[in-house]
Antibody, heavy 123, light 110 residues
Framework: EVQLVESGGMLVHPGGSLRLSCAGS????????MNWVRQAPGKGLEWLSY????????YYADSVKGRFTISRDNADNSLFLQMNSLRDDDTALYYC????????????????WGQGSLVTVSS | QSVLTQPPSVSAAPGQKVTISCSGS????????VSWYHQLSGTAPRLLIS???KRPSDIPDRFSGSKTGASATLGITGLQTGDEGDYYC???????????FGGGTRLTVL
């Protein structure tokens, strides 16, 4: 069974940094591209970032480009999101989501989701 | 303001049919496949439809998807109370080089 478990969410002050993790199990982690998607309280879904299975290709939403960095450790079946210069409007539930095995390009398809990790940015 | 436009809400009676629209442009829906997701309150989204009209094996055939030009539609027949919640369309936007979601549609089964 595919499982994705996010961790690392917490209360952080504006301007601060935080690193989220996502542990994958039940599948060959390195064979799948991964994504981060967030949902602010009472709002819709917002895609943030994509990373290919090898880690060689990444994409970011304009809202986080230059502030957030996606990475992965295939030896440890883990996905990461380093978040810097956090703002109040970054407060959200952050999901990691797996892409399908094919095509080997980003799409809007996310076949499996974690339960999310809550990040609260507040002074 | 979402790149993909969905109606904020739809409603219908149990057993009836409802459709949810998702409108985009040539840089997204017009040239890329659309997926649909269902989200119950307090839970993670769940993939309903991929590649415009394909259902994962665990999704009943009451759910269907279609795409014409730069618009996509999700159809749900035989509505049940368990179908309530929020529905999102998503695709890749080739100009933005980003995945994009619709703003979401809340379904109420009256």
């Amino acid at each position: 069974e595919v499982q994705l478990v996010e961790s690392g969410g917490m209360l952080v002050h504006p301007g601060g940094s935080l690193r989220l993790s996502c542990a994958g199990s039940g599948f060959t982690f390195s064979s799948y591209s991964m994504n981060w998607v967030r949902q602010a309280p009472g709002k819709g879904l917002e895609w943030l970032s994509y990373i290919s299975g090898s880690g060689g290709t990444v994409y970011y939403a304009d809202s986080v480009k230059g502030r957030f960095t996606i990475s992965r450790d295939n030896a440890d079946n883990s996905l990461f999101l380093q978040m810097n210069s956090l703002r109040d409007d970054d407060t959200a539930l952050y999901y990691c989501a797996r892409s399908p095995p094919f095509p080997l390009v980003p799409t809007g398809m996310f076949t499996h989701w974690g339960q999310g990790s809550l990040v609260t940015v507040s002074s | 303001q979402s790149v993909l436009t969905q109606p904020p809400s739809v409603s219908a009676a149990p057993g009836q049919k409802v459709t949810i629209s998702c409108s985009g442009s040539s840089s997204n829906i017009g040239n890329n496949d659309v997926s649909w997701y269902h989200q119950l309150s307090g839970t993670a989204p769940r993939l309903l439809i991929s590649d415009n009209n394909k259902r994962p094996s665990d999704i009943p055939d009451r759910f269907s998807g279609s795409k014409t030009g730069a618009s996509a539609t999700l159809g749900i027949t035989g509505l049940q109370t368990g179908d309530e919640g929020d529905y999102y369309c998503a695709t890749w936007d080739s100009s933005l080089t980003a995945s994009v979601f619709g703003g979401g549609t809340r379904l109420t089964v009256l």
